[in-house]
């Protein structure tokens, strides 16, 4: 390679060292820095169980989970209203969306209770959001009647 060809910076063993006064800056991201972590957290996908619709959240752009409530709550409920927009301090994640409970999907796909964790370890946690119905207890004691004469003989 002739000199005029030559690379201005080295390749190989020697490309970490990139020599002072350079134009090129190395960009160093630390994992302990929330900062940074929060401006390259990904949307998450919003899944309401029953529709077929999928919504995409920032959840960088949230604070807090009354924030992310109050966003589900906009996304999910159509009845917005004046009355909704007052009561919003005293929305959170279980009552976002009434009649159904807020879970996520972590990492690892265990689905875990939303709420449960610190704000940070919950944005740096979650993978997918799901938002179930909440079903009225409906159990009926199989065998209920056969156990109860059994007990009374």
Known sequence: MQESQKRPYPIG????????????????????DDDVASAIVPPVTVVLEGRSICHRVHLSRHTNYN???????????????????????QLDLSNAVPGHVVAYEDMEDDLLLAGDLSWRDFVRAVKRIRIIPVKANRRRHVGGAKHISQCLS
């Not at 063993?13 to 302990?32: D, V």
């Not at 992310?68 to 927009?85: G, H, K, P, S, W």
């Open 13 to 32: 063993p020697n490309a970490m060292h990139i020599p002072a006064g350079s134009p090129c800056k190395l960009l160093r991201l630390s994992l302990t």
């Open 67 to 89: 924030s992310l409530a109050t966003a589900l709550r906009q996304l999910f409920v159509d009845d917005m209203n004046d009355e909704m927009d007052k009561q919003a301090d």
